[in-house]
């Protein structure tokens, strides 16, 4: 495959048209009217007086088909686990969370149950009983259901599933522009691994690419930036924080600086690949903060201090926008 790498910025007009043409052209989303109806209660149900803040919490990598009838994609990686974890601290700190994620990875609550078949928990020897079996079901249940179906039921957690690019996008503009509404009060936390390169849909072949006619070469298109559209249309108002992730330290923290400034974001949250579960770096325009897991806890996460950390800045924001106003 042969990725085409241009250097060369965009300027404006052509971004704005590369953004209308992305949503003209992609696939409308097959559930959108539902999603629509679950976001207006939603926000309705959290706004005041019955609620007050609202986060967005992207999670997971999106894909890119290759093919119409898609047999084969190219994957961003990510488990998941950090945008789940997030979940769980922003419930706790009393945020309604709207989980933008990825089908199939990791669910808030869930994030400490087996990667195997949860068949194999259940599996009898010797010593174990049938008994035995049926209590540790039961205290499965009990996690699940005090922490994730309350979160659920009592309307503050709405769980919305993607896979492709052009679902994420969708819907994530779909939140942004429900969320217009809430002013200061919302928050989007965009943890979610998004695709810099794709496959316009009206571009892309029908059917599965056939290896009989040997090597394979294609020109990916540039993903529309839409965090400035997020800044500037979408939700102006809300508070925004964006993650770098980077494989070399040499460059994160210079990117993550040109990601604050370039989509006008009000913290970057930058990352290691390898010690993204230790440490992060949150990058603000008066200066930098490094957050570590307390290594003296064995279960500690780093989402614990991080989404500490944000919820006082997401209140002093609230309060001198409440001021400016
Ligand atoms: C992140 O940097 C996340 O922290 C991770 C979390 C994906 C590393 P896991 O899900 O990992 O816990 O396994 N997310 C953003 C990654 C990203 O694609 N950022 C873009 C960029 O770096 C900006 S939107 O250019």
Not at 77 to 83: L, Q
Not at 217 to 233: H, I
Not at 252 to 272: P, S
Not at 280 to 300: L, Q
Request: proline share 4%; hydrophobic share 35%; net charge negative.
């Amino acid at each position: 495959m042969d990725l085409v790498n241009g250097s060369q910025e965009a300027p404006q007009e052509s971004l704005d048209t590369d953004m209308e043409s992305f949503f003209e052209t992609a696939p409308p989303l097959r559930d959108g009217l539902d999603i629509s109806r679950k976001l207006g209660e939603f926000i309705e149900l959290n706004s005041p007086p019955t609620g007050e803040r609202i986060v967005c919490v992207t999670s997971g990598g999106t894909t890119v088909p290759l093919e119409q009838r898609c047999v084969r994609y190219i994957d961003n990686f990510s488990s998941g686990h950090r945008g789940a974890a997030s979940t769980e601290y922003f419930l706790k700190a009393g945020y309604a969370v709207i989980f933008l994620h990825r089908r199939g990875t990791c669910q808030p609550y869930c994030r400490s149950l087996p990667e195997d078949s949860l068949l194999e928990c259940f599996e009898l020897t010797e010593e174990s009983s049938v008994q035995g079996v049926f209590n540790v079901k039961c205290d499965i249940e009990k996690h699940l259901n005090s922490h994730l179906s309350q979160a659920v039921e009592q309307g503050l957690l709405l769980k919305l599933p993607f896979t492709t690019i052009f679902e994420y996008l969708q819907i994530l503009r779909m939140v942004a522009t429900s969320m217009k509404s809430l002013g200061s009060r919302g928050m989007f936390y965009l943890a979610a691994a998004v695709s810099d390169f794709y496959v316009p849909w009206e571009s892309m072949v029908e059917h599965k690419i056939q290896s009989a006619s040997g090597p394979l070469d294609m020109r990916l298109a540039q993903v529309p930036k839409m965090l400035s559209m997020l800044r500037k249309e979408w939700a102006p108002m809300a508070f925004c924080i964006s993650f770098k992730l980077e494989t070399d330290s040499n460059i994160l923290l210079k990117k993550a600086d040109m990601a604050l400034r370039k989509y006008k974001m009000h913290m970057v949250v930058a990352n290691e690949l390898l010690s993204r579960k230790e440490e992060v770096t949150v990058v603000t325009s008066s200066g930098r903060i490094t957050v570590r897991r307390d290594k003296n806890e064995a279960d500690a996460d780093v989402e614990n201090p991080l989404i500490k950390l944000l919820e006082e800045r997401h209140s002093t924001y609230i309060q001198e926008s409440n001021t400016t106003n």
